[in-house]
């Protein structure tokens, strides 16, 4: 079983900075990782995803903003993110699959989660 770790979240101003980790127990050179959101009453969806080689995915909504990047001998996911917004204000999860060739931003493609890290950006 992988367990996915959180850390990093907190509250900010608008137009500030966090920068998101997630820690794998497993190795994640080879599988799918991904950053996902949820607001109370509405469904959790994609941030971004990063596959073992190929092209990033982004939200359109954090495109520009928002950089996941991974550092895999530590197994560890990041999401950089830069000119937060208050409806960025979300839980963050981190997720963790077994890449068939595509990354997508797809909630219930991935298999593993964290448990969350709450970002809340006031205005």
């Known amino acids: 079983q992988v367990q996915l770790v959180e850390s990093g979240g907190g509250s900010v101003q608008a137009g500030g900075s966090l920068t998101l980790s997630c820690a794998s127990s497993a190795p994640i050179t080879w599988y799918c990782m991904g950053w996902f959101r949820q607001v109370p009453g509405k469904k959790r969806e994609g941030v971004a995803a990063?596959?073992?080689?190929?092209?990033?995915r982004y939200a359109s909504s954090v495109k520009g903003r928002f950089s996941i990047f991974k550092e895999n001998p530590e197994n560890t996911l990041y999401l950089q993110m830069n000119s937060l917004q208050p409806e960025d204000t979300a839980v963050y999860y981190c997720?963790?699959?077994?890449?068939?060739?595509?990354?997508?931003?797809?909630?219930?493609?991935?298999?593993?989660w964290g448990q969350g890290t709450q970002v809340t950006v006031g205005s």
């Open positions: 997720a963790q699959k077994r890449s068939n060739g595509i990354c997508d931003t797809t909630p219930d493609d991935y298999t593993y």
């Open positions: 990063i596959p073992p080689n190929g092209a990033i």
